[in-house]
């Protein structure tokens, strides 16, 4: 049977579209007001001026010593209580607004939608590593177990030099050599072969706050009778999520960045709730 598409009268698309982009301007505010407080204190660290850089601010540095803080009952490494501080805000945040940390405040994470949506007005993210991203996606849990555990056994973070987010944002670290960039470049280089490509193939905080994505406080809800079947959302979600299938989006990939809300034809269709 074929299926037909309802088409929505064009004031309520109009008055959709306004507030999907008010929406999403919001969130790029939030978005590089993150960005320039992490250089900010990179720079003052690099001209001596602070005891705080980009790695201060970094929530997986707890998780890559949370073994070690709780075996010895005290800040190892570089790592210290602000690190912890925000690692829990964050858990709080995730138990109730999904994975928003990722879409509304990581400085990396805003740099991977960037190139994506650029790449996207170019050239349209048609190709066959989206059609096996559900085996690609399960990296970031072997790299969240792998650093966790050199981590632990060498008592030092042995990735520093590696990170992508320490050599984007911390003004040329202590630790930061040419092997640093030729990674960086890389990971910059797969976002735009797959749709947030680091996000969601290679970032082991990600993978870590994902266990706390499922049974959420607050999600996306579709009501199916004012849905008009676009599908608009499922193209505008960069992860990959069939929203347009779903009542309610439970998958531990749903950042809650609202781009598919945003790009909603219908205004009643999708909402956030409990």
């Known amino acids: 049977m074929r299926r037909f598409l309802k088409t929505p009268r064009r004031g309520v698309r109009r008055t959709s579209e306004k507030n999907g982009c008010q929406m999403q301007l919001i969130r790029l505010f939030f978005q590089i007001f993150f960005i320039e407080a992490v250089l900010y204190h990179s720079i003052l660290f690099s001209m001596g001026a602070s005891y705080k850089n980009c790695e201060s601010f970094c929530p997986f540095g707890a998780v890559e010593t949370l073994v070690l803080f709780i075996k010895n009952g005290r800040f190892p490494c570089a790592i210290n209580e602000l690190n912890y501080a925000i690692f829990f805000g964050v858990i709080l945040l995730c138990l ?84 640093s960039y030729f990674v960086l470049a890389n990971i910059l ?40 079947n676009c599908a608009q959302c499922d193209k505008a979600c960069y992860n990959g999520i069939a929203v347009s299938r779903e009542t309610r989006i439970e998958s531990r990939e749903c950042s809650l960045c609202l781009r598919c809300v945003s790009a909603c034809a219908s205004r009643s269709a999708l909402k956030i709730g409990m």
């Not at 059609?131 to 849990?141: C, F, H, Q, V």
């Not at 193939?201 to 706390?212: D, K, M, R």
Request: hydrophobic share 45%; proline share 4%; with cysteine.
């Open 189 to 228: 280089l797969l976002t735009l072969t797959i749709k947030l490509g680091f996000c969601r193939v290679l970032c082991p905080f990600g993978a870590f706050l994902s266990i706390f994505n499922s049974k959420t406080v607050f999600k996306i809800y579709r009501d199916e009778k004012a849905c008009v």
């Open 96 to 179: 109730f607004f999904k994975r928003i940390f990722c879409s509304w405040v990581c400085p990396l994470g805003a740099v991977n939608e960037f190139l994506t949506f650029v790449r996207s007005k170019i050239i349209k993210y048609e190709n066959p590593y989206e059609r096996i991203m559900s085996a690609l996606g399960s990296i970031k849990y072997i790299l969240l177990v792998f650093i966790a555990y050199v981590t632990y056994v060498n008592y030092d973070l042995v990735f520093r030099p590696y990170c992508p987010y320490f050599t984007a944002f911390g003004i040329h670290g202590h630790t930061t050599n040419v092997l």
